[in-house]
Protein backbone atom coordinates (compact mmCIF):
# COMPACT_ATOMS: atom_id res chain seq x y z
CA UNK A 1 0.00 0.00 0.00
CA UNK A 2 0.73 3.64 -0.20
CA UNK A 3 0.36 6.37 2.79
CA UNK A 4 0.05 10.01 2.62
CA UNK A 5 -0.23 12.84 4.53
CA UNK A 6 -0.57 16.92 4.55
CA UNK A 7 -0.74 19.31 6.77
CA UNK A 8 -0.95 22.82 4.85
CA UNK A 9 -3.87 25.48 6.04
CA UNK A 10 -2.92 27.24 3.09
CA UNK A 11 -3.39 24.88 0.60
CA UNK A 12 -5.41 22.55 -1.22
CA UNK A 13 -4.88 19.61 0.72
CA UNK A 14 -7.57 17.31 -0.86
CA UNK A 15 -5.86 18.02 -4.49
CA UNK A 16 -2.12 17.53 -2.99
CA UNK A 17 -3.16 14.44 -1.87
CA UNK A 18 -5.16 13.19 -4.98
CA UNK A 19 -1.17 13.88 -6.78
CA UNK A 20 0.86 12.38 -4.06
CA UNK A 21 -1.44 9.20 -4.55
CA UNK A 22 -1.28 9.16 -8.07
CA UNK A 23 2.32 9.24 -7.41
CA UNK A 24 2.03 6.30 -5.33
CA UNK A 25 -0.63 4.43 -7.41
CA UNK A 26 2.31 1.54 -8.24
CA UNK A 27 1.94 0.17 -4.41
CA UNK A 28 -1.62 -0.83 -4.90
CA UNK A 29 -4.44 -0.38 -6.95
CA UNK A 30 -7.88 -1.73 -5.67
CA UNK A 31 -8.74 1.15 -3.79
CA UNK A 32 -8.22 4.93 -2.93
CA UNK A 33 -9.30 7.01 -0.10
CA UNK A 34 -8.68 10.52 1.26
CA UNK A 35 -9.69 12.06 4.51
CA UNK A 36 -9.62 15.76 5.29
CA UNK A 37 -9.88 17.35 8.21
CA UNK A 38 -11.51 21.14 8.86
CA UNK A 39 -10.68 22.26 11.99
CA UNK A 40 -13.81 20.48 13.00
CA UNK A 41 -14.20 17.49 12.08
CA UNK A 42 -13.01 14.71 9.77
CA UNK A 43 -14.29 13.75 6.48
CA UNK A 44 -13.47 10.93 4.07
CA UNK A 45 -14.48 9.37 0.23
CA UNK A 46 -12.92 6.11 -0.65
CA UNK A 47 -14.02 3.23 -2.79
CA UNK A 48 -12.51 0.69 -4.95
CA UNK A 49 -10.34 1.70 -7.48
CA UNK A 50 -7.82 3.88 -8.92
CA UNK A 51 -7.33 7.25 -7.79
CA UNK A 52 -7.92 8.64 -10.71
CA UNK A 53 -10.94 6.66 -11.07
CA UNK A 54 -12.31 7.36 -7.75
CA UNK A 55 -11.48 11.05 -7.31
CA UNK A 56 -13.52 13.59 -9.95
CA UNK A 57 -12.93 17.36 -9.75
CA UNK A 58 -16.19 18.02 -7.45
CA UNK A 59 -15.49 15.12 -5.09
CA UNK A 60 -12.03 17.00 -4.64
CA UNK A 61 -13.84 20.27 -4.33
CA UNK A 62 -15.83 18.99 -1.97
CA UNK A 63 -13.01 18.21 0.57
CA UNK A 64 -12.03 21.62 2.11
CA UNK A 65 -10.00 21.10 5.26
CA UNK A 66 -6.15 22.10 6.75
CA UNK A 67 -5.02 18.57 6.43
CA UNK A 68 -5.44 15.14 4.82
CA UNK A 69 -4.64 11.56 5.04
CA UNK A 70 -4.53 9.67 2.01
CA UNK A 71 -4.06 5.69 0.79
CA UNK A 72 -3.80 3.30 -1.87
CA UNK A 73 -4.39 -0.09 -1.29
CA UNK A 74 -3.37 -3.77 -2.60
CA UNK A 75 -4.61 -6.26 -0.23
CA UNK A 76 -2.62 -8.32 2.34
CA UNK A 77 -4.88 -8.96 5.01
CA UNK A 78 -8.81 -8.66 4.56
CA UNK A 79 -10.98 -9.66 1.60
CA UNK A 80 -11.11 -6.58 -1.19
CA UNK A 81 -14.25 -4.61 -0.79
CA UNK A 82 -15.39 -1.52 -0.13
CA UNK A 83 -15.05 -1.90 4.09
CA UNK A 84 -11.54 -2.28 3.77
CA UNK A 85 -10.44 0.67 1.34
CA UNK A 86 -8.28 3.29 3.47
CA UNK A 87 -8.11 5.82 5.38
CA UNK A 88 -10.79 4.06 8.23
CA UNK A 89 -12.48 6.13 10.29
CA UNK A 90 -12.78 5.39 13.94
CA UNK A 91 -15.54 7.43 15.80
CA UNK A 92 -15.42 6.77 19.90
CA UNK A 93 -17.42 9.23 21.85
CA UNK A 94 -16.14 12.60 20.97
CA UNK A 95 -12.66 10.92 19.68
CA UNK A 96 -12.85 11.19 15.18
CA UNK A 97 -9.30 9.78 13.66
CA UNK A 98 -8.76 8.61 10.18
CA UNK A 99 -5.85 6.30 9.65
CA UNK A 100 -3.85 5.19 6.78
CA UNK A 101 -1.58 2.18 7.05
CA UNK A 102 0.88 0.68 4.96
CA UNK A 103 2.10 -3.05 6.01
CA UNK A 104 0.92 -5.82 7.87
CA UNK A 105 -0.04 -6.37 11.31
CA UNK A 106 0.56 -9.89 12.79
CA UNK A 107 -0.96 -10.26 16.23
CA UNK A 108 -4.42 -7.92 15.14
CA UNK A 109 -6.66 -11.51 15.13
CA UNK A 110 -6.10 -11.52 18.97
CA UNK A 111 -6.54 -8.14 19.39
CA UNK A 112 -10.25 -8.01 17.34
CA UNK A 113 -11.24 -10.31 19.29
CA UNK A 114 -9.95 -8.42 22.67
CA UNK A 115 -11.59 -5.22 21.31
CA UNK A 116 -15.10 -7.30 20.75
CA UNK A 117 -15.07 -8.59 23.96
CA UNK A 118 -15.42 -4.71 24.82
CA UNK A 119 -17.91 -4.12 22.77
CA UNK A 120 -16.42 -3.07 19.31
CA UNK A 121 -17.75 -3.66 15.68
CA UNK A 122 -15.87 -4.24 12.83
CA UNK A 123 -16.69 -3.50 9.25
CA UNK A 124 -13.98 -5.24 7.57
CA UNK A 125 -11.41 -8.18 8.52
CA UNK A 126 -8.93 -5.97 7.92
CA UNK A 127 -5.86 -5.60 10.43
CA UNK A 128 -5.60 -1.79 10.04
CA UNK A 129 -9.33 -1.30 11.12
CA UNK A 130 -7.99 -3.14 14.32
CA UNK A 131 -5.39 -0.43 14.47
CA UNK A 132 -7.99 2.35 13.95
CA UNK A 133 -9.87 1.13 16.90
CA UNK A 134 -7.17 0.45 19.03
CA UNK A 135 -6.21 3.91 18.69
CA UNK A 136 -9.75 5.04 19.13
CA UNK A 137 -10.08 3.42 22.02
CA UNK A 138 -6.88 4.13 23.80
CA UNK A 139 -7.26 7.92 22.99
CA UNK A 140 -10.82 7.72 25.05
CA UNK A 141 -9.39 6.60 27.45
CA UNK A 142 -6.44 8.56 28.15
CA UNK A 143 -7.91 11.42 26.41
CA UNK A 144 -5.02 12.41 24.45
CA UNK A 145 -4.15 11.21 20.90
CA UNK A 146 -0.80 11.13 21.12
CA UNK A 147 -1.24 8.48 24.15
CA UNK A 148 -3.40 6.15 21.93
CA UNK A 149 -1.26 5.83 19.24
CA UNK A 150 1.71 5.44 21.91
CA UNK A 151 -0.17 2.74 23.63
CA UNK A 152 -1.30 1.21 20.42
CA UNK A 153 2.47 1.16 19.12
CA UNK A 154 3.27 -0.83 22.18
CA UNK A 155 1.18 -3.47 21.84
CA UNK A 156 0.75 -3.67 17.50
CA UNK A 157 3.69 -6.19 15.94
CA UNK A 158 4.43 -6.37 12.41
CA UNK A 159 5.50 -3.35 9.50
CA UNK A 160 3.94 -0.83 9.78
CA UNK A 161 3.78 2.63 8.29
CA UNK A 162 1.03 5.10 9.26
CA UNK A 163 -0.81 8.73 9.07
CA UNK A 164 -2.93 9.64 10.54
CA UNK A 165 -5.50 12.63 11.26
CA UNK A 166 -8.07 14.34 13.50
CA UNK A 167 -9.65 17.40 12.98
CA UNK A 168 -6.55 19.73 13.59
CA UNK A 169 -3.33 17.31 13.72
CA UNK A 170 -1.52 15.03 11.51
CA UNK A 171 0.26 12.07 13.19
CA UNK A 172 2.82 10.07 11.37
CA UNK A 173 4.65 6.78 12.49
CA UNK A 174 6.32 4.21 11.81
CA UNK A 175 6.89 0.63 13.15
CA UNK A 176 10.13 -0.08 15.45
CA UNK A 177 12.12 -2.02 12.98
CA UNK A 178 11.15 1.04 10.16
CA UNK A 179 10.19 -2.23 7.74
CA UNK A 180 7.64 -0.07 5.72
CA UNK A 181 8.92 3.33 4.40
CA UNK A 182 7.70 6.67 5.33
CA UNK A 183 9.55 9.83 4.29
CA UNK A 184 8.90 13.45 6.17
CA UNK A 185 8.98 16.70 3.60
CA UNK A 186 8.71 19.88 3.68
CA UNK A 187 6.45 22.47 1.54
CA UNK A 188 8.38 25.79 -0.19
CA UNK A 189 8.25 28.71 2.00
CA UNK A 190 10.21 31.31 0.88
CA UNK A 191 10.66 32.84 4.26
CA UNK A 192 11.41 29.66 6.27
CA UNK A 193 14.85 29.04 7.16
CA UNK A 194 16.45 26.83 4.79
CA UNK A 195 19.81 25.96 7.19
CA UNK A 196 16.98 24.36 9.57
CA UNK A 197 16.92 20.89 7.26
CA UNK A 198 16.11 18.83 10.09
CA UNK A 199 13.40 20.86 11.72
CA UNK A 200 15.68 21.50 14.71
CA UNK A 201 18.53 23.72 15.91
CA UNK A 202 21.45 21.43 15.39
CA UNK A 203 22.35 20.93 19.55
CA UNK A 204 18.47 19.36 19.95
CA UNK A 205 18.61 17.26 16.60
CA UNK A 206 20.32 14.02 18.18
CA UNK A 207 17.71 13.98 20.47
CA UNK A 208 14.59 13.85 18.68
CA UNK A 209 13.12 10.79 18.98
CA UNK A 210 14.09 10.49 22.71
CA UNK A 211 11.92 13.54 23.95
CA UNK A 212 9.24 16.16 22.72
CA UNK A 213 10.89 18.66 20.84
CA UNK A 214 9.09 21.41 18.70
CA UNK A 215 9.38 23.84 16.23
CA UNK A 216 6.59 27.02 16.86
CA UNK A 217 4.40 27.61 14.16
CA UNK A 218 5.48 30.91 13.38
CA UNK A 219 8.72 29.27 12.48
CA UNK A 220 6.80 26.47 10.59
CA UNK A 221 7.16 26.59 6.68
CA UNK A 222 3.96 26.52 4.23
CA UNK A 223 3.44 23.08 5.26
CA UNK A 224 4.42 19.21 6.24
CA UNK A 225 4.18 16.10 3.96
CA UNK A 226 4.23 12.57 4.61
CA UNK A 227 4.48 9.85 2.37
CA UNK A 228 5.87 6.23 1.42
CA UNK A 229 7.97 7.36 -0.87
CA UNK A 230 9.96 10.37 -1.80
CA UNK A 231 8.07 10.37 -5.48
CA UNK A 232 5.17 11.96 -3.91
CA UNK A 233 7.21 14.54 -2.35
CA UNK A 234 8.62 15.19 -5.89
CA UNK A 235 4.97 15.91 -7.36
CA UNK A 236 3.69 18.03 -4.77
CA UNK A 237 6.67 20.28 -4.94
CA UNK A 238 7.91 19.23 -1.36
CA UNK A 239 11.81 18.85 -0.73
CA UNK A 240 12.72 15.96 1.54
CA UNK A 241 13.02 16.37 4.80
CA UNK A 242 14.44 12.98 6.61
CA UNK A 243 12.86 9.16 6.98
CA UNK A 244 10.58 9.15 9.84
CA UNK A 245 12.31 7.20 12.25
CA UNK A 246 11.90 3.65 13.44
CA UNK A 247 9.47 3.74 16.48
CA UNK A 248 8.58 7.63 15.86
CA UNK A 249 5.83 9.32 16.33
CA UNK A 250 5.56 13.01 14.42
CA UNK A 251 2.79 15.33 15.27
CA UNK A 252 1.85 18.29 12.69
CA UNK A 253 -0.57 21.03 13.65
CA UNK A 254 -1.14 24.58 13.81
CA UNK A 255 1.64 24.44 17.03
CA UNK A 256 4.31 23.39 14.77
CA UNK A 257 5.95 20.21 14.35
CA UNK A 258 7.02 17.63 17.53
CA UNK A 259 8.87 14.75 17.35
CA UNK A 260 8.71 12.00 20.11
CA UNK A 261 9.74 8.09 21.14
CA UNK A 262 6.43 6.14 20.51
CA UNK A 263 8.44 3.27 20.89
CA UNK A 264 12.20 2.11 21.68
CA UNK A 265 13.58 1.42 17.75
CA UNK A 266 14.69 -2.20 17.58
CA UNK A 267 17.48 -3.66 15.35
CA UNK A 268 17.06 -1.85 11.88
CA UNK A 269 14.94 -3.74 9.54
CA UNK A 270 13.94 -1.85 6.39
CA UNK A 271 12.08 -4.21 3.91
CA UNK A 272 14.73 -4.76 1.10
CA UNK A 273 12.12 -5.79 -1.52
CA UNK A 274 11.02 -1.81 -1.98
CA UNK A 275 14.40 -1.58 -3.99
CA UNK A 276 14.31 -4.98 -5.89
CA UNK A 277 10.94 -4.24 -6.73
CA UNK A 278 8.01 -2.15 -4.71
CA UNK A 279 9.03 1.61 -4.86
CA UNK A 280 9.62 3.31 -8.09
CA UNK A 281 12.79 3.95 -9.64
CA UNK A 282 12.83 7.31 -9.11
CA UNK A 283 12.76 7.84 -5.61
CA UNK A 284 15.13 7.82 -3.31
CA UNK A 285 15.77 5.51 -0.09
CA UNK A 286 18.29 5.71 2.57
CA UNK A 287 19.87 8.74 0.01
CA UNK A 288 20.61 6.15 -3.11
CA UNK A 289 18.00 6.45 -5.49
CA UNK A 290 16.28 2.94 -6.32
CA UNK A 291 16.92 3.20 -9.51
CA UNK A 292 20.51 2.97 -8.77
CA UNK A 293 19.99 -0.21 -6.36
CA UNK A 294 18.85 -1.63 -9.11
CA UNK A 295 21.31 -0.97 -11.68
CA UNK A 296 23.92 -2.09 -9.18
CA UNK A 297 22.07 -5.32 -8.71
CA UNK A 298 22.45 -6.02 -12.37
CA UNK A 299 26.19 -5.01 -12.42
CA UNK A 300 26.57 -7.39 -9.76
CA UNK A 301 24.68 -10.03 -11.75
CA UNK A 302 26.28 -10.35 -14.66
CA UNK A 303 29.96 -10.62 -12.65
CA UNK A 304 28.00 -13.37 -10.58
CA UNK A 305 25.97 -15.00 -13.45
CA UNK A 306 27.66 -13.53 -16.90
CA UNK A 307 26.02 -15.26 -20.10
CA UNK A 308 26.77 -15.57 -23.76
CA UNK A 309 25.05 -13.44 -25.67
CA UNK A 310 23.32 -10.93 -27.92
CA UNK A 311 21.16 -8.67 -26.06
CA UNK A 312 20.48 -7.88 -22.98
CA UNK A 313 16.81 -7.23 -22.33
CA UNK A 314 14.80 -6.58 -19.10
CA UNK A 315 10.91 -6.68 -18.39
CA UNK A 316 9.61 -3.24 -17.80
CA UNK A 317 9.21 -1.82 -15.75
CA UNK A 318 11.55 -3.10 -12.64
CA UNK A 319 13.60 -5.46 -14.79
CA UNK A 320 15.12 -2.57 -16.66
CA UNK A 321 17.47 -0.51 -14.55
CA UNK A 322 19.20 -4.03 -13.57
CA UNK A 323 19.08 -4.93 -17.10
CA UNK A 324 20.81 -1.99 -18.38
CA UNK A 325 23.31 -2.50 -15.10
CA UNK A 326 24.12 -6.49 -16.75
CA UNK A 327 24.56 -4.89 -20.23
CA UNK A 328 27.28 -2.11 -18.82
CA UNK A 329 28.96 -4.64 -16.59
CA UNK A 330 28.90 -7.80 -19.37
CA UNK A 331 29.27 -5.17 -22.27
CA UNK A 332 26.62 -6.86 -24.06
CA UNK A 333 24.06 -4.30 -25.56
CA UNK A 334 21.09 -3.34 -24.11
CA UNK A 335 17.96 -3.29 -26.00
CA UNK A 336 14.00 -3.18 -25.65
CA UNK A 337 12.78 -6.78 -26.22
CA UNK A 338 9.10 -6.28 -24.70
CA UNK A 339 7.23 -3.51 -25.00
CA UNK A 340 4.85 -2.53 -22.16
CA UNK A 341 0.84 -1.53 -22.46
CA UNK A 342 1.03 1.20 -20.05
CA UNK A 343 -2.65 0.95 -18.92
CA UNK A 344 -2.57 -1.76 -17.39
CA UNK A 345 -1.88 -2.49 -13.78
CA UNK A 346 0.23 -4.60 -12.17
CA UNK A 347 -0.65 -7.76 -12.84
CA UNK A 348 -0.19 -9.00 -9.04
CA UNK A 349 -3.35 -7.17 -8.18
CA UNK A 350 -5.38 -9.45 -9.94
CA UNK A 351 -6.63 -12.60 -7.60
CA UNK A 352 -7.22 -15.55 -9.03
CA UNK A 353 -4.44 -17.13 -11.38
CA UNK A 354 -6.34 -17.47 -14.29
CA UNK A 355 -6.70 -13.77 -14.43
CA UNK A 356 -2.77 -13.06 -13.33
CA UNK A 357 -1.76 -15.75 -16.28
CA UNK A 358 -4.03 -13.30 -19.20
CA UNK A 359 -2.48 -10.00 -17.19
CA UNK A 360 1.07 -10.78 -18.82
CA UNK A 361 -0.45 -11.33 -21.98
CA UNK A 362 -2.35 -8.21 -22.16
CA UNK A 363 0.37 -6.36 -20.64
CA UNK A 364 3.75 -7.14 -22.69
CA UNK A 365 4.46 -7.98 -25.93
CA UNK A 366 7.78 -8.84 -27.67
CA UNK A 367 9.61 -6.39 -30.15
CA UNK A 368 10.51 -9.33 -32.64
CA UNK A 369 13.21 -6.55 -34.63
CA UNK A 370 15.43 -6.98 -31.43
CA UNK A 371 14.71 -10.84 -30.25
CA UNK A 372 14.68 -12.79 -33.42
CA UNK A 373 17.04 -14.94 -34.23
CA UNK A 374 19.06 -13.56 -31.32
CA UNK A 375 20.76 -14.43 -28.54
CA UNK A 376 19.41 -12.87 -25.45
CA UNK A 377 20.00 -12.06 -21.47
CA UNK A 378 16.72 -11.13 -19.92
CA UNK A 379 16.67 -9.72 -16.90
CA UNK A 380 13.60 -9.73 -14.10
CA UNK A 381 13.49 -8.33 -10.86
CA UNK A 382 12.15 -11.40 -9.15
CA UNK A 383 10.01 -14.98 -9.43
CA UNK A 384 7.60 -15.15 -7.21
CA UNK A 385 5.13 -17.54 -8.76
CA UNK A 386 6.93 -18.07 -11.79
CA UNK A 387 3.89 -17.34 -14.50
CA UNK A 388 4.98 -14.06 -15.66
CA UNK A 389 8.59 -15.63 -16.37
CA UNK A 390 7.32 -19.22 -18.22
CA UNK A 391 4.83 -16.91 -20.34
CA UNK A 392 7.70 -14.16 -21.29
CA UNK A 393 9.81 -16.79 -22.08
CA UNK A 394 7.04 -18.66 -24.13
CA UNK A 395 6.35 -15.40 -25.78
CA UNK A 396 10.28 -14.72 -26.73
CA UNK A 397 10.39 -18.05 -28.12
CA UNK A 398 7.78 -17.28 -30.03
CA UNK A 399 9.10 -14.17 -31.48
CA UNK A 400 12.11 -16.21 -32.88
CA UNK A 401 14.25 -15.60 -29.90
CA UNK A 402 17.60 -18.08 -29.96
CA UNK A 403 18.53 -18.74 -26.62
CA UNK A 404 17.21 -16.99 -23.43
CA UNK A 405 19.24 -16.41 -20.14
CA UNK A 406 17.44 -15.49 -17.21
CA UNK A 407 19.00 -13.41 -14.82
CA UNK A 408 16.81 -11.95 -11.85
CA UNK A 409 17.86 -9.84 -9.30
CA UNK A 410 17.59 -10.89 -6.22
CA UNK A 411 17.46 -14.60 -4.71
CA UNK A 412 14.70 -17.03 -4.83
CA UNK A 413 11.80 -16.35 -3.14
CA UNK A 414 11.41 -19.22 -0.54
CA UNK A 415 9.48 -17.42 2.48
CA UNK A 416 6.43 -15.62 2.47
CA UNK A 417 6.12 -11.70 3.98
CA UNK A 418 4.05 -11.22 6.89
CA UNK A 419 4.84 -7.40 6.78
CA UNK A 420 2.99 -6.08 3.93
CA UNK A 421 3.92 -7.59 0.28
CA UNK A 422 1.84 -9.75 -0.93
CA UNK A 423 4.59 -12.67 -1.89
CA UNK A 424 1.63 -15.37 -1.04
CA UNK A 425 1.50 -18.28 0.84
CA UNK A 426 4.69 -20.37 0.59
CA UNK A 427 2.82 -22.89 -1.53
CA UNK A 428 3.09 -20.72 -4.23
CA UNK A 429 6.32 -19.75 -4.17
CA UNK A 430 7.94 -21.78 -7.39
CA UNK A 431 11.04 -21.27 -4.97
CA UNK A 432 10.02 -22.78 -2.06
CA UNK A 433 9.47 -26.51 -3.78
CA UNK A 434 11.39 -26.36 -6.45
CA UNK A 435 15.43 -26.31 -7.42
CA UNK A 436 16.62 -23.65 -9.28
CA UNK A 437 17.17 -26.28 -12.23
CA UNK A 438 13.84 -27.22 -11.86
CA UNK A 439 12.93 -23.40 -12.43
CA UNK A 440 14.51 -22.94 -15.25
CA UNK A 441 12.70 -26.25 -16.59
CA UNK A 442 9.24 -24.89 -15.43
CA UNK A 443 9.60 -21.27 -17.25
CA UNK A 444 11.90 -23.06 -20.24
CA UNK A 445 14.88 -20.81 -20.69
CA UNK A 446 18.20 -21.80 -21.03
CA UNK A 447 19.88 -21.12 -18.19
CA UNK A 448 18.92 -19.42 -15.00
CA UNK A 449 20.63 -17.62 -11.96
CA UNK A 450 19.75 -15.70 -9.10
CA UNK A 451 21.38 -13.02 -7.63
CA UNK A 452 23.09 -13.82 -4.14
CA UNK A 453 21.98 -12.22 -0.72
CA UNK A 454 24.89 -10.46 -0.28
CA UNK A 455 25.30 -9.27 -3.84
CA UNK A 456 21.64 -7.47 -3.29
CA UNK A 457 22.48 -6.75 -0.01
CA UNK A 458 25.55 -4.87 -1.38
CA UNK A 459 23.16 -3.04 -4.06
CA UNK A 460 21.44 -1.34 -1.77
CA UNK A 461 22.37 1.51 1.35
CA UNK A 462 20.99 1.10 5.22
CA UNK A 463 21.61 0.48 8.20
CA UNK A 464 19.98 -3.05 8.52
CA UNK A 465 17.43 -4.98 6.34
CA UNK A 466 14.39 -7.57 6.39
CA UNK A 467 15.25 -10.01 3.93
CA UNK A 468 13.27 -13.00 5.16
CA UNK A 469 11.45 -13.51 2.51
CA UNK A 470 15.33 -14.53 0.91
CA UNK A 471 16.05 -16.07 4.21
CA UNK A 472 13.50 -16.65 6.44
CA UNK A 473 14.99 -14.62 9.40
CA UNK A 474 12.16 -12.94 10.38
CA UNK A 475 12.65 -9.49 12.29
CA UNK A 476 9.31 -9.60 14.20
CA UNK A 477 8.20 -12.74 15.45
CA UNK A 478 5.12 -14.29 12.65
CA UNK A 479 2.14 -15.32 13.86
CA UNK A 480 2.44 -18.78 15.15
CA UNK A 481 5.29 -17.70 17.28
CA UNK A 482 2.53 -15.47 18.95
CA UNK A 483 1.17 -16.51 22.67
CA UNK A 484 -2.23 -14.72 23.66
CA UNK A 485 -1.74 -12.13 25.35
CA UNK A 486 -4.06 -9.96 27.58
CA UNK A 487 -3.76 -6.20 26.28
CA UNK A 488 -7.13 -4.68 26.84
P1 LIG B 1 5.39 -14.22 -10.74
O1 LIG B 1 6.69 -14.94 -10.66
O2 LIG B 1 4.65 -14.26 -9.45
O3 LIG B 1 4.52 -14.67 -11.86
O4 LIG B 1 5.66 -12.73 -11.06
C1 LIG B 1 6.77 -12.07 -10.57
C2 LIG B 1 6.88 -10.77 -11.27
O5 LIG B 1 5.69 -10.01 -11.13
C3 LIG B 1 7.98 -9.96 -10.71
O6 LIG B 1 8.77 -9.61 -11.80
C4 LIG B 1 7.30 -8.77 -10.13
O7 LIG B 1 7.59 -7.70 -11.02
C5 LIG B 1 5.83 -9.03 -10.18
N1 LIG B 1 5.08 -9.62 -9.07
C6 LIG B 1 4.09 -10.47 -9.28
N2 LIG B 1 3.49 -10.80 -8.16
C7 LIG B 1 4.08 -10.17 -7.19
C8 LIG B 1 3.86 -10.14 -5.79
O8 LIG B 1 2.98 -10.73 -5.22
N3 LIG B 1 4.68 -9.39 -5.11
C9 LIG B 1 5.65 -8.72 -5.70
N4 LIG B 1 6.42 -8.01 -4.97
N5 LIG B 1 5.87 -8.73 -7.01
C10 LIG B 1 5.10 -9.45 -7.77
FE1 LIG C 1 10.16 -7.06 2.58
FE2 LIG C 1 10.61 -9.66 2.20
FE3 LIG C 1 10.87 -8.58 4.62
FE4 LIG C 1 8.46 -8.82 3.51
S1 LIG C 1 9.82 -10.51 4.13
S2 LIG C 1 9.25 -7.05 4.62
S3 LIG C 1 8.93 -8.46 1.34
S4 LIG C 1 12.10 -8.14 2.79
MG1 LIG D 1 7.86 -7.42 -13.20
Same mark, same amino acid.
Given at each position: ??? *? ?6 ? /? ?39 ? @?? *? ?21 A ?25 GTLVNT /? ?17 DS?VA ?16 ? $? ?6 IRGGY %?? =?? $???? %???? *? ?8 ? !? ?79 ? %? ?9 ? @??? *? ?33 ? $? ?10 ? +?? %? ?96 ? =??? @? ?23 ? $?? +????? !? ?9 ? =? ?17
Amino acid at each position: CGV *FGVWAPRR /DVARLTYFGLRALQHRGQESAGIAVGDGATVMVRKDLGLVG @QV *FSEADLSSLPGQLAVGHVRYGTAGAKSWEAAQPHLSSIGDVIIALAHNGTLVNT /DDLRDQLADLGASFLSNSDSEVAAQLIGYFTQRTSHLREG $IRKTMEIIRGGY %AM =TL $INEQ %ALYA *FRDPNGIRPL !VLGRLPNPGFDDADVSMLPAKQRDHVGDRGVSVPAEESPDGWVVASETCALDIVGAEYVRDIRPGEIVRISAEGIVSERGV %APAEPAACIFE @QVY *FARPDSIMDGKSVYACRYDMGRRLAREAPAAADMV $IGVPDSGLPPAE +GF %AHESGIPFGEGLIKNRYIARTFIEPAQELRAMGVRMKLNPLRDNVAGRRLVLVDDSIVRGTTMRQIVRMLRGAGAREIHVRVNCPEVVWPCFYGIDTD =TQD @QLISATRSAAEVCDFIGADTLAFLS $IE +GLIAS !VPGAGHCAACF =TGRYPVSIPDDFGREKFL
